[in-house]
């Protein structure tokens, strides 16, 4: 039997770290068939260790990303998250995409790999996009995926329902990524990396109760897979 892919997962630090809500990424990832491998701000120093043993990298919701790393002020709506994270996550992003391993942003990962990629947000949805549905607090609206994508072919849909926990969004969209899907009022819901790379960032949250479910299990599955298709440089250290 083949070795699980060992893919690595950042979550933010104390106070900001929520447990409850870390348990369904790691969940979600050990179902399809990896092995987590968890990393918290601080573990700056071991991330050439780290990207030498895994097989891909998933970067996971949480607070606002400071507009600072895209050149903006903040907007008076700017919920302050962990610097640490910031730090830990751009530092990884950027590798990852360089190195081209594969990768998967889940709501603030989305925003995390755009931003790592030159890319900017909307600071805040509903007071800069007119018209703009409800994104926020568990909302569920519909999302339109580009045909031809990765993600369409993951999905096998074009027009599903996906859960939303966010105010922010991608604006700028970041060197090498394309818009994917959409939802109604024009706010991108998904984005990935041009070429065979497996590197896709969505806006929902696939771990989470209120997704199609291809939006789910499939997305979990097929990223995975393509993690499992890449040799790491050398086995992870013993926890």
Known sequence: MSPKPVVGISF????????????????????????????RPGSESGIPDMLRAVSGWVFTGGDDISPELYGEAPHPSLMPGDPGR???????????????????????????LNVAAGGSLHQDIPTMIPGAVKHAAG??????????????????????????????????????????????????????????????????????????????????????AAAAGRIPLRAPAAS
């Open 139 to 224: 909302a569920r609206h519909p999302v339109t995926v580009e045909p031809g994508t990765r993600l369409h072919s993951i999905l096998g849909v074009k027009d599903l329902e996906v859960n939303s926990y966010h105010h922010q969004g991608v604006k700028r969209v970041g060197r090498g990524f394309r818009v994917t899907a959409r939802s109604p009022d024009g706010v991108v819901e998904a984005v990935e990396k041009d070429g065979p790379l497996f590197q896709v960032g969505v806006q929902w949250h696939p771990e989470r109760e209120g997704c199609f479910p291809g939006a789910s299990a499939g997305l979990f599955a097929a990223f995975v």
């Open 12 to 39: 933010a630090g104390p106070p900001w770290a929520k447990p409850e809500r870390e348990a369904l990424y790691l969940a979600s990832l050990e179902r399809a068939g990896a092995e987590p491998l968890l990393v």
């Open 86 to 112: 910031d730090r830990l996550d751009m530092l990884l992003a950027r590798a990852v995409l360089s190195e081209g391993i594969p990768c998967l942003g889940i709501c603030l990962g989305v925003q995390i």
